[in-house]
């Protein structure tokens, strides 16, 4: 056979693909007519894992990789639940960091609604206004976003997923406003601290504001000529703004670690991570004996560090992120010690891990 029949074959079968894809769709669009119909949830993680199961178990016959199929089949199942209404709360405004990565996640075309605040966003996901919502916890150069793991600890809400997102900052201006004429340049602290040698070498003074795409909004509204945005490419378009310098983040491996947010858990998928935040007894060597649970179960640690309480001077949380799922008999057994030398100990949730970018 040809290279040009074979070519032809897989044409054919890509138009074949594409059309069972279209029906699939259109039968999700009827479930979440029926699921709303009935007051049922849009996400039902049960069925979720049963047809991933499904479709991994005919790839093994089929003698193709059920890991890849897998991977292939999140992103399908991704976009036949954003047809059923699912719909996603970010921090910010349109072009911001966290929709993006919100589209990242769940596809570009989910649905997506702003908010001023986190706690907004916290709110609207534990009163069930909406069934997702992504919030940013880490980025590899600034390190945690602490409000939003203070938060984690007072809402009734469960990481559900993470996606890590490389960022990438360009500095934003209104058309006719040269690198020269720039004096202050306004965006969020994390963003400003990501491109400080940048702002640095150019002698420019930081302006601390809530959003990065907000920022941009307000130069263009204020018209102010003798400042800049740092933002994304998205929020530049947008709002109709300039781009006077791309790349201009400190470290070319920028990346933001979000969180995903519901009120339902991820199922096991064999590739899991889980967060938790505990406050131990205060006598000697309860640390010790908490990191020796992990280390005589073989669990890997993947990250640790601690907050202050906020109840008592000089007390702390510690927040962990662990390498398995919370159901898996190893993390049980973990979580049962802990809870015997812990004051509080909460599960944030497990997830599948993300893939990096």
Not at 279 to 307: Q, V
Request: hydrophobic share 35%; with cysteine.
């Amino acid at each position: 056979m040809s290279l040009s029949s074979i070519r032809k074959n897989i044409d054919d079968i890509d138009s074949e693909m594409v059309n069972l894809l279209a029906e699939r769709i259109k039968l999700a669009r009827k479930i979440g007519l029926e699921k709303k119909k009935s007051g049922k949830n849009v996400e039902d993680r049960q069925r979720e894992s049963e047809v991933l199961e499904h479709v991994k178990a005919l790839a093994v016959k089929k003698g193709i990789s059920g890991e890849e199929v897998e991977w292939l089949y999140r992103s399908i199942l991704r976009a036949t639940k954003n047809v059923q209404g699912i719909e996603v709360a970010f921090q910010g405004l349109a072009g911001a960091y966290s929709q993006e990565a919100a589209f990242s996640f769940f596809g570009p075309s989910v649905p997506t609604k702003p908010f001023d605040t986190l706690e907004e966003v916290f709110d609207t996901v534990q009163d069930g206004s909406i069934a997702y919502a992504i919030i940013p916890v880490e980025n590899s150069q600034e390190g945690s976003i602490t409000r939003s793991y203070d938060l984690l600890l007072d809402h009734d809400v469960t990481v559900c997923g993470e996606v890590l997102f490389r960022v990438s900052h360009c500095l934003i201006a209104n058309k006719g406003v040269k690198i020269d004429n720039i004096k202050k340049v306004y965006s969020h602290p994390q963003a400003l601290g990501q491109c400080h040698g940048f702002l640095t070498k150019l002698g420019i003074e930081s302006m601390p504001a809530y959003d990065t795409a907000g920022s941009v909004k307000m130069i263009k509204e204020q018209k102010i000529m003798d400042g800049a945005a740092i933002a994304s490419t998205s929020a530049a378009r947008i709002y109709g703004m300039k781009i006077i310098a791309s790349e201009i983040e400190d470290n070319p491996q920028n990346t933001t670690r979000f969180f995903i947010l519901s009120k339902q858990s991820s199922a096991p998928t064999g590739n899991d991570k889980t967060s938790i935040a505990v406050l131990l007894k205060h006598r000697p060597g309860t640390l010790y004996e908490a990191l020796g649970e992990f280390a005589c179960r073989k669990i890997n640690l993947t990250k640790i560090e601690s907050r202050p309480t906020k109840q008592k001077p000089w007390e702390y949380n510690f927040y962990l992120d662990f390498e398995g799922h919370y159901k898996d008999p190893a993390v049980r057994q973990t979580l049962s010690k802990l809870e015997e030398i812990s004051l509080f100990l909460k599960v944030l949730g497990s997830y599948p891990r993300a893939k990096q970018p």
